[in-house]
């Protein structure tokens, strides 16, 4: 072979094998772009099969794209003549996956089917009616339309993502809530964002809320006019050049809320009562009580140093019997991990009648997940409790001072779970970092440093999940703006502050 077909041959090879490579890696990448998507399409795969056997007729929309609530007039052709028929909404339903009550894997959608009309096809097989977009996720939707079971026509309407804000002025400290509507349960537009004054707040979801989302932070900076704006992006951060980008069809939302020259209005210190978790939370094991023997606590949840009162009935009389108290002590950075603790709370003896009335101060320990508390004597178990710990704020240390003074702030009952390990930290509607109490037993110490003008200056400190398996999208290490209704595991609430900044 002369020596210029050796080229020949050997450049060709390069190119095919480069072709090769490319399409492996474009396949990869389609692959690991929207595992929604993938999951959506894998599970319906047999049933977009059955329906391109039975679609045989024609739906028209007047629109094809609005908002949830817009009615839509629906015309039908090629049907099955005098027959009954009913109109399919194609929605989603979303929740957060979680293992063993400790390890967050990710967010799961499955495809739910609703009725949201009926009529007849007439004796040309036509049919003509009107229905509501209903409540529920945002982008694109089948709308079927169904006879004896079978799909016989469909379209497609996309429903856009809509923001609201409430107030838009008031003084320091007002709640401020952004309500969204139509969230996306694919990748891009699952996951928004919020930015005060351009500086990044927090994120917003609606995995588990049907597509609604209800965000709540507080107002402040100086008085006048202050930028609100939300985006929204997969990978973690607000995405900025989507009108260039193949998803600009999803669209940035702009408020402005004016803070007025007022003194805050709320506490300066405070917790907020715990939310109620996404799908109802964490299920814990049922307690294990013998034949006969009720073990109860005054309350369910408190936080660290609350007194609270166990009492048992139906034990054995006049018996010596220990409080065991299960922790989980460790961390999950170190070689050393963690692991299952139990410690001795107190001993108690019954009665004449089997009883006893024990009351105690709760541990300074882990928040998160409930603790469980065994009655037993010796090896021998005679009934549980659970008692959950609460997050408490037990001081901020000074409470003013010129900028640059140091602040220092002490958390009690911080959790330890993949879902509520960490805490996200914004000063001024800024989020500056995330917190951690695993490895200090619950017991967070936050420094700070003051800064800003003379005023008011708001600290907030939000649930957010810590980790989880699906990198994307990315909902990891934020602050949860939407933590009242779609935080997962447990209910978090958030912690409330102000730093008053002096002249020097």
């Excluded at 985006?231 to 702009?254: K, V």
Aim: glycine share 10%.
């Amino acid at each position: 072979m002369s020596k210029w077909k050796y080229y020949l041959v050997f450049t060709l090879f390069l190119i095919m094998f480069g072709l090769a490579a490319c399409s492996a890696s474009e396949g990869r990448a389609d692959s690991d772009s929207d595992s929604s998507d993938e999951s959506s399409e894998d599970n319906s795969s047999e049933e977009d099969s059955d329906q391109k056997n039975t679609v045989t007729g024609k739906l028209i929309l007047d629109e094809t794209e609005g908002r949830i609530g817009d009615e839509i007039e629906l015309t039908a052709e090629k049907l099955e003549p005098d027959e009954d028929l009913q109109v399919i909404y194609v929605d989603m339903e979303g929740k957060y996956e979680i293992e063993n009550n400790y390890s967050f894997l990710g967010t799961l959608y499955e495809e739910v089917e609703k009725e949201i009309g009926e009529g007849t096809a007439d004796e040309n097989g036509e049919w003509s009616g009107s229905i509501t977009i209903p409540d529920g996720f945002g982008d694109d939707h089948d709308i079927l339309i169904q006879q004896k079971g079978n799909t016989i026509a469909k379209a497609n309407f996309f429903v856009e993502t809509v923001f609201t804000m409430s107030p838009e002025s008031g003084p320091p400290g007002t709640e401020v809530t952004i309500e969204g509507e139509g969230l996306s349960w694919k990748m891009y537009g699952s996951i928004w964002h919020l930015n005060y004054d351009n500086a990044y707040t927090g994120m917003i979801t609606a995995v588990s809320t049907d597509g609604k989302a209800e965000a709540v932070v507080r107002a402040t900076g100086t008085p006048g006019k202050h930028t609100v704006t939300i985006e929204s992006g997969a990978s973690g951060a607000p995405y900025l050049s989507r009108d260039s980008s193949a998803i600009n069809y999803i669209h940035t939302h702009f408020f402005e809320f004016d803070v007025t020259d007022e003194e805050p209005i709320t506490d300066m210190v405070y917790v907020e009562e715990p939310p109620e978790p996404a799908d109802g939370g964490i299920q814990m094991p049922d307690p294990e009580n013998q034949e006969g023997v009720s073990i109860s606590l005054d309350k369910e949840m408190g936080i660290v140093d609350e007194m609270v009162i166990l009492t048992g009935q139906g034990l054995p009389e006049n018996e010596e019997l220990t409080l065991d108290w299960h922790t989980m002590v460790g961390n999950r950075v170190s070689s050393e991990g963690f692991a299952p603790e139990i410690m001795e709370l107190g001993t108690v003896t019954t009665n004449e009648d089997g009883s006893f009335t024990h009351e105690f101060p709760i541990l300074d320990d882990l928040g998160g997940l409930p603790h469980l508390i065994e009655v037993k004597a010796d090896d021998e178990v005679y009934g549980q409790a659970y008692l959950r710990i609460l997050p408490s704020l037990v001081s901020i240390e000074p409470e003013e001072g010129p900028a640059g003074t140091p602040i220092n702030i002490e958390i009690k009952g911080a959790g330890w779970t993949e879902f509520d390990n960490a805490l996200g930290v914004i000063y001024d509607n800024a989020y500056i970092g995330y917190i951690c109490g695993f490895n200090s037993q619950g017991t967070i110490k936050l420094p700070l440093t003051a800064s800003g003008e003379p005023g008011y200056h708001s600290i907030d400190i939000y649930p957010s999940i810590y980790q989880g398996q699906d990198p994307i999208p990315d909902i990891y290490r934020k602050p949860q703006l939407t933590y009242r209704e779609d935080h997962p595991g447990t209910g978090i609430p958030a912690i409330r502050t102000f730093f008053k900044v002096t002249e020097e």
